[in-house]
């Protein structure tokens, strides 16, 4: 019977991995572009990344909730935490989805603007 709770999968865990490591890439990402400007193109790069930090806003925030809903449901440790997790996840997704999908719809304009496709 132990062994089955030591197997049992612990949501509460990949919360805190996912939703930490992201943030902590957006420090280092943010600390690392700060460091490198020092001439007049230093701007693509924080562009690129600062996107790209966008572009995954909302899929982590998302994971991140719906894992600690799960964790919530099945009376996990750490409630409080993962209701704030909840919290602050569902605030993080619903801030940035239409700023997602619009970086999303000039990525796509960009590439068939690119590629010398006709765009819609």
Same mark, same amino acid.
Do not use: C, D, N
């Given at each position: 019977m132990e062994e089955q709770a030591e197997r049992r999968r612990l949501y509460y865990r990949w919360v805190f991995w996912l939703f930490g490591g992201w943030l902590g890439c957006g420090v280092v990402v943010a600390v690392v572009l700060l460091a490198t400007i020092t001439d007049a193109n230093a701007g693509y790069p924080a562009l690129f990344f600062g996107g790209l930090f966008l572009a995954t806003a909302v899929p982590v925030s998302l994971a991140c909730a719906i894992l600690a809903a =799960? @964790?919530?449901?099945?009376?996990?440790? /750490?409630?409080?935490?993962? &209701?704030?997790?909840?919290? &602050?996840?569902?605030?993080?997704?619903?801030? =940035?989805?239409?700023?997602?999908?619009?970086? /999303?719809?000039?990525?796509?304009?960009?590439?068939?603007?690119?590629?010398?496709?006709? @765009?819609?």
């Open positions: =799960s @964790s919530l449901r099945r009376q996990e440790p /750490y409630p409080r935490a993962m &209701i704030a997790l909840l919290v &602050i996840s569902a605030l993080v997704a619903w801030r =940035s989805f239409v700023p997602t999908l619009k970086y /999303y719809a000039a990525l796509v304009q960009t590439l068939l603007h690119f590629f010398g496709l006709p @765009s819609t």
